[in-house]
């Protein structure tokens, strides 16, 4: 079935790193996505990957994707106050003869001092 | 800078009433999206377009409807709104693949 799983909440102290876990089920997807939510606003694209990639490197944000396992995961580096928020993982699964872009249930991130 | 407008941040309904939530987007993007938002179930998808007058079903269609008269403004209709679809509602277009762009939500309360 159409599955993207990851745990629903994670606190991090100030200055710590936050790594978010998901994993996905459709082995053919191309991409597998980031997206961020801050409190009152729609989602923003934070970064992607190709699944022809094991890593992504952009700042203080670092993707890492297991294809043999299915888990793709976010690591935050220096977490800041402002990067409470709540973290959604997505991929691309073709189903039906379309592209869908299906979400995870998101990560709430709590940063605190 | 893309931008997807929602035309509402909040709104209240009485149940039975004919709700409509309008999206417009100003990139001529190909791909339009609805998706509602549920603490706990992420993002659903309810439908999508890929063209003018183009609608295909998501995950949960039920008790929704879908207009796309112009490429650039994709409504959502709740025929008879109920309480079971309070919930926060996010659009979203693309173009391709690779980033969806969205909308700032449309918190519904149906009472």
């Known amino acids: 079935g159409e599955d993207v799983e990851q745990s629903l909440f994670l606190s991090v102290r100030e200055g710590d790193s936050s790594v978010i876990n998901c994993t996905y089920t459709?082995?053919?997807?191309?991409?597998l996505y980031w997206y961020k939510q801050e409190p009152g606003a729609g989602l923003q694209l934070l970064t992607y990957?190709?699944?022809?990639?094991d890593m992504k490197q952009d700042q203080r944000l670092t993707v890492l994707l297991n294809k043999k396992d299915k888990h793709l995961s976010l690591r935050i580096a220096d977490t800041q106050t402002g990067d409470s928020a709540i973290y959604f993982c997505?991929?691309?699964?073709?189903?039906?003869?379309?592209?869908?872009?299906?979400f995870g249930a998101g990560t709430r991130l709590a940063v605190h001092p | 800078d893309v931008k997807v407008t929602q035309s509402s941040r909040y709104l209240v309904k009485r149940t039975g009433e004919k709700v409509f939530l309008e999206c417009v987007q100003d990139?001529?993007?190909?791909?339009m999206f609805w998706y509602r938002q549920d603490p706990g179930l992420g993002l659903r998808l309810i439908y999508f377009?890929?063209?003018?007058?183009?609608?295909e079903k998501g995950d949960i269609p039920e008790g929704y409807s879908v207009s796309r008269e112009k490429k650039e403004r994709f409504s959502l209709i709740l025929e008879s709104a109920s309480t079971n679809q309070t919930s926060m509602y996010l659009c979203?277009?693309?173009?391709?693949?690779?980033?969806?762009?969205f909308g700032q939500g449309t918190r519904l309360t149906v009472v």
């Open positions: 979203a277009s693309s173009l391709g693949t690779v980033e969806a762009f």
């Open positions: 377009s890929y063209d003018v007058k183009m609608k």
């Open positions: 997505a991929e691309i699964m073709f189903s039906g003869g379309y592209n869908k872009l299906i």
């Open positions: 990139m001529d993007h190909e791909n």
């Open positions: 459709d082995s053919s997807s191309t991409y």
């Open positions: 990957i190709f699944s022809n990639m």
